[in-house]
Antibody, heavy 119, light 106 residues
Framework: QVQLQESGPGLVKPSETLSLTCSVSGDSVSSYYWSWIREPPGKGLEWIGYIYYSGRTKYNPSLKSRVTISLDASKKQFSLKVSAVTAADTAVYYC?????????????WGQGILVTVSS | DIQMTQSPSTLSASVGDRVIITCRASQSISTWLAWYQKKPGIAPKLLIYKASTLESGVPSRFSGSGSGTEFTLTISSLQPDDFATYYCQQYNSYCTFGQGTKLEIK
């Protein structure tokens, strides 16, 4: 059974870069798409983007200019960077796996990590 | 962007009740819709995809229906483990989520 676990700093200063890592266990990262989703406090879930094991990426147009997702297959990890953060980037961040066929729904999720943007 | 609107936002029900949660899309999404269950501190769980296909391992008391712009998630007989927040999500064009429906114990 695949399991995903987010890790990274829980506090980031405004204007700095938020960096998170998702570690995958119980399955290979090959042949799958991997994604990040966030949930700001009191708001709904927002898809951030995904990466295929080949390295191909796709991002939410509303965040595209500030977001980078990368993957290290040898470590079975993928990562998220969000640059120039503001308080609006405060959220619980989830990593997730897309359906095997690449349809943009998520069959496995991490439990989430709260990241607060504050000085 | 395709907007997803769920109703109700909060639903109070008792064990054994049949409950229905509705999700409406701002434009047609065919059957490209998924439903998730979320509990605090626990990874969200996929329940249904393609509007009505039950994910492996999900109890058969959960069912989904609809196409186009109107969708429903039905729990036929509520169990204690079902009290949670439920989200719909479209994947016809990128992906967007509904705002969630919190299912509470009456």
């Amino acid at each position: 059974q695949v399991q995903l676990q987010e890790s990274g700093p829980g506090l980031v200063k405004p204007s700095e870069t938020l960096s998170l890592t998702c570690s995958v266990s119980g399955d290979s990262v090959s042949s799958y798409y991997w994604s990040w989703i966030r949930e700001p406090p009191g708001k709904g879930l927002e898809w951030i983007g995904y990466i295929y094991y080949s390295g191909r990426t796709k991002y939410n147009p509303s965040l595209k200019s500030r977001v980078t997702i990368s993957l290290d297959a040898s470590k079975k990890q993928f990562s998220l960077k969000v640059s120039a953060v503001t308080a609006a980037d405060t959220a619980v961040y989830y990593c997730a796996r897309l359906d095997i066929n690449g349809w943009l729904y998520f069959d496995h999720w991490g439990q989430g990590i709260l990241v607060t943007v504050s000085s | 962007d395709i907007q997803m609107t769920q109703s109700p936002s909060t639903l109070s029900a008792s064990v054994g009740d049949r409950v229905i949660i509705t999700c409406r899309a701002s434009q047609s999404i065919s059957t490209w819709l998924a439903w998730y269950q979320k509990k605090p501190g626990i990874a969200p769980k996929l329940l249904i995809y393609k509007a009505s296909t039950l994910e492996s391992g999900v109890p058969s008391r959960f069912s989904g229906s609809g196409s186009g712009t109107e969708f429903t998630l039905t729990i036929s007989s509520l169990q204690p483990d079902d009290f949670a927040t439920y989200y719909c999500q479209q994947y016809n064009s990128y992906c967007t989520f509904g705002q969630g429906t919190k299912l509470e114990i009456k």
